[in-house]
Nanobody
Framework: QVQLVESGGGLVQPGGSLRLSCTAS????????MGWYHQAPGKQRQLVATVTSGGSTNYADSVKGRFSISRDNAKNTVYLQMNNLEPEDTAVYYC???????????WGQGTQVTVSS
């Protein structure tokens, strides 16, 4: 059974940076699409960024140029570097794993990111 454990959330001032990490256990990490999603209070969970097994990335328009997703297959870990954070980025951030055919999906427990002065 795949387990995803996120870390790195916290409170940061506008314009600041955070790096989220998500480590997977119990699976062959390198073959899966890894992604980060966020969910603000009262809103649906939304895509932030994904990275394929080959390293191709995709970003939500709202984070392009500010966030960067990367993966280290040797460590079974995916990262989300978040720069120039805005109050609108405040949300719970979830790590996601899925195969190329998107036939199933696994989620981490989430980590809170709060951007406030």
């Amino acid at each position: 059974q795949v387990q995803l454990v996120e870390s790195g959330g916290g409170l940061v001032q506008p314009g600041g940076s955070l790096r989220l990490s998500c480590t997977a256990s119990g699976s062959i990490f390198s073959i899966y699409i890894m992604g980060w999603y966020h969910q603000a209070p009262g809103k649906q969970r939304q895509l932030v960024a994904t990275v394929t097994s080959g390293g191709s990335t995709n970003y939500a328009d709202s984070v392009k140029g500010r966030f960067s997703i990367s993966r280290d297959n040797a460590k079974n870990t995916v990262y989300l570097q978040m720069n120039n954070l805005e109050p609108e980025d405040t949300a719970v951030y979830y790590c996601n794993m899925m195969p190329f055919d998107r036939s199933w999906s696994r989620w981490g427990q989430g980590t809170q990111v709060t951007v406030s002065s």
